[in-house]
């Protein structure tokens, strides 16, 4: 899965200029029209033939969502993805474009885009008819074919269908011209993908009008049907039922998807890290987030969704683990930027700055008012101390419990890496402690500060070491 949707890719300049650019020279270099369908079932079996990965980016569905939309793709269903917010649905139907054609010729200046070997407007069918092989054609890029709406309330059928063009009718058309109509969003895709997000906050009398696009492939406005005999293929997401309270899916349009697909949060904790490492801008913030961190936080996000005091059907996001970990670089930069620090690299004391910066991210069960902060430090905690003991199982941490109890070590956030690796003893367990953590090979204090810090939470954490905050807000680490 995915946590952020990103934007389609910027289209590229222009096609190649050998592309034939009439109806008579596309013939003549044996192009085949395909619908989008069977171009989306062609180009997805040709990579799963030759081992290539259809689904770039998307982190965590490889054994579950995918193979369930990949067969979904294959049959030609319309589909629609299931899922609480945060699990990477728009990411997902975005990724779609990327098994469309690289380009696809179009009727040039045609409103719908249409096939030049399919006009299905009036204006475009007479033009066909006067020029003959002549008709001049243009070359539109797969970014291009991918339409996404996003549904609210005030989403009007004129939006997604289209309407009665009230300049049209000024110039002398009458009511009854196919010509009069304003295309909506849904024709203007076709040869397309189109994706409505959270698409049971469409009105239901607005669901209805798409039921005609879905089966009979025609648009009705103003109470007369244009027969459009439009190739789209149409995608939607929702969250469940017992979450959303705004609507829901109508049953005939329900019944019309061809396949729901259900999403989810990432199953292992492999795949949190993953799509933390991939989605968090780190380098746009310029601070380095140790992997042992981004497992703290991963892991207190999987604390969060198996916590029965946060609301699971509201759900935690995965950009709450996300924002955590660009939470986390923020506030190592800013340390370095109080202090004077070269390279900001984050430390197990930066991890305090995210219960506060995102606790308004979650959904508390009811009962928990007031209890909150307790709950996140509490399990922001757990999470650490269970990443250390996985990370440095094995490693006899007594030497430096005993060395730190009669020479206290001070950290905080205001304590530069340096002063905090000048303070730690001279013991072999760091030289260890420093391996486990990919701290070792550098000059640099900043990773070997983040691993010392992380082997003495754990020992606060389970009792062995005591810690108190000085009055400048530094914290004594002592035995």
Same mark, same amino acid.
């Given at each position: ?6 934007? &389609? ?8 200029? =050998? ?17 989008? !369908? ?7 079996? +040709? ?16 054994? %579950? ?15 629609? #993805? ?5 699990? $990477? !649905? ?15 010729? &179009?009727? @040039? ?39 996404? !709406?996003?549904? %609210?309330?005030?989403? +009007?059928?004129?939006?997604?269908? $289209?309407?009665?063009?009230?300049? !049209? ?23 397309? /993908? ?6 049971? =906050? ?13 089966? @009979? ?43 729901? &697909? ?9 795949? @949190? ?12 913030? $310029? ?34 683990? /996300? ?17 004077? @620090? ?35 430090? *509490? ?6 101390? =269970? ?12 030497? #430096? ?5 009669? *020479? ?6 205001? /304590? ?57 807000? =530094?914290? /004594?680490?002592?035995?």
């Amino acid at each position: 899965m995915s946590g952020r949707g990103r934007s &389609v890719s910027v289209v590229p300049a222009t096609p190649a200029n =050998d592309r034939p650019r009439t109806l008579g020279a596309l013939r003549a270099s044996g192009h085949e029209l395909r619908g989008v !369908k069977n171009e989306i079932r062609d180009n997805l079996i +040709a990579a799963l033939r030759a081992g290539r990965d259809p689904w770039p980016g998307i982190v965590g569905f490889e054994s %579950t969502v995918l193979p369930q939309l990949e067969r979904a793709l294959i049959a030609g269903h319309d589909v629609v #993805l299931l899922g609480e917010r945060g699990q $990477g !649905k728009t990411r997902l139907l975005r990724s779609l474009v990327n098994l469309l054609d690289e380009w696809t010729p &179009v009727i @040039e200046g045609s409103e719908l885009s249409e096939h030049p070997y399919e006009p299905i407007t009036p204006l475009s069918r007479r033009r066909a008819a006067e020029l003959g092989d002549d008709l001049p054609v243009a070359w539109r890029h797969r970014d291009e074919r991918y339409t996404e !709406k996003l549904a %609210t309330p005030d989403t +009007a059928v004129a939006d997604l269908i $289209g309407d009665v063009d009230p300049v !049209k009718v000024a110039e002398g058309r009458s009511l009854g011209d196919p010509e009069t109509i304003h295309y909506g969003l849904v024709p203007r895709a076709h040869r397309g /993908v189109v994706a409505i997000n959270e698409l049971p =906050d469409l009105a239901e009398r607005i669901q209805v009008a798409l039921l005609n696009v879905m089966e @009979e492939r025609d648009i009705q406005v103003r109470g007369y049907t244009l027969r459009l005999p439009l190739d789209v293929l149409l995608v939607a997401s929702a969250n469940p039922e017992d979450y959303t309270n705004r609507g829901r899916i109508i049953t005939p349009l329900k019944d019309r998807f061809g396949a729901e &697909v259900r999403t989810h949060y990432p199953l292992e904790l492999a795949d @949190e890290i993953a799509l933390v490492e991939q989605e968090a801008e780190l380098a746009r913030i $310029g601070a380095d987030v140790p992997r042992h961190l981004i497992e703290v936080i991963a892991r207190f996000a999987r604390h969060l969704r198996d916590s029965s005091s946060i609301d699971q059907g509201s759900g935690v996001s995965a950009r709450f683990a /996300v924002a955590a970990a660009e939470t986390v670089a923020a506030a190592a930069l800013r340390r370095a930027a109080l202090t004077g @620090e070269a390279h900001p690299t984050a430390r197990p004391v930066d991890l305090e700055s995210v219960p506060a910066v995102l606790r308004g991210k979650l959904e508390f069960a009811s009962g928990e008012e007031g209890r909150e902060d307790e709950l996140l430090e *509490h399990l922001l905690r757990r999470a650490t101390a =269970d990443t250390a003991r996985f990370r440095l199982r094995g490693v006899d941490l007594a030497p #430096l419990a005993d060395a730190v109890a009669a *020479h206290p070590v001070r950290t905080g956030e205001r /304590v530069p890496a340096a002063e905090v690796v000048a303070a730690l003893p001279a013991v072999d367990t760091l030289t260890e402690v420093a391996t486990r953590l990919d701290a070792g090979g550098t000059e640099d204090p900043g990773p070997m500060a983040s691993a010392a810090e992380l082997a003495l939470e754990l020992l606060f954490l389970t009792r062995r070491l005591a810690k108190d905050e000085a009055d400048d807000g =530094d914290t /004594v680490r002592y035995g």
